[in-house]
């Protein structure tokens, strides 16, 4: 699965970034929450600094991470507009 129909154009080129690199779409959540009506999930961690080389991000698009150990540790990008979100895990350093 290459393609996410009815996502955000502003976050169609991180999914084709991520895709390049060999990473794998998980799943696509709709809705994935209440204030989220759609979510693509990728099987391994995003290159958020990678992809800002060279770029930078569409007007509109925020990162964000989650570190509540009650939820899944993930981080991504979100739209602003559309609540479209993109995320990966976040993979903790042993201490």
């Known amino acids: 699965m290459n ?3 009815g996502l955000s154009e502003k976050l169609r080129s991180v999914v084709e970034y ?5 990473n794998m779409i998980l799943r696509v959540d709709r809705p994935a929450g209440t204030r989220c009506p ?5 099987a391994k961690p995003l290159d958020i600094a990678g992809f800002k080389v060279g770029r930078a991000l569409p007007p509109g698009i925020d990162t964000w991470e989650n570190r509540d150990r ?17 995320s990966g895990p976040i993979h903790e350093r042993p201490g």
């Open 70 to 86: 009650h939820y899944p540790l993930e981080a991504g990008y979100v739209c602003e507009r559309t609540r479209h979100a993109i």
């Open 3 to 5: 393609e996410v129909p």
């Open 18 to 22: 991520e895709i390049s690199r060999g």
């Open 38 to 42: 759609l979510a693509v999930v990728f």
